[in-house]
């Protein structure tokens, strides 16, 4: 039980940091507003996790 509580713990601090980076950080970079840059924010996460959960069924096969 402890250690699924300490999971979402450290989801939850990993999860606050990031959206404080993004939050404080993310006006200073220049990034400009593109529709191919918003079509790869969206689909890159989804699609980088579809690749690594393949890859780790190919590698137990």
């Known amino acids: 039980m402890d250690n699924k509580l300490l999971l979402v ?3 939850l601090i990993l999860s606050l940091g990031l ?4 939050k404080y ?3 200073n970079f220049a990034i400009p507003e593109t529709n191919a ?5 969206v689909l ?6 579809a690749v690594l959960l393949s890859w780790r069924i190919w ?3």
């Open 9 to 11: 713990a450290k989801i």
């Open 19 to 22: 959206s404080l980076l993004i």
């Open 25 to 27: 950080g993310g006006p």
């Open 37 to 41: 840059i918003a079509l790869f924010a």
């Open 44 to 49: 890159f996460p989804s699609s980088l996790l």
């Open 59 to 61: 590698l137990v096969k």
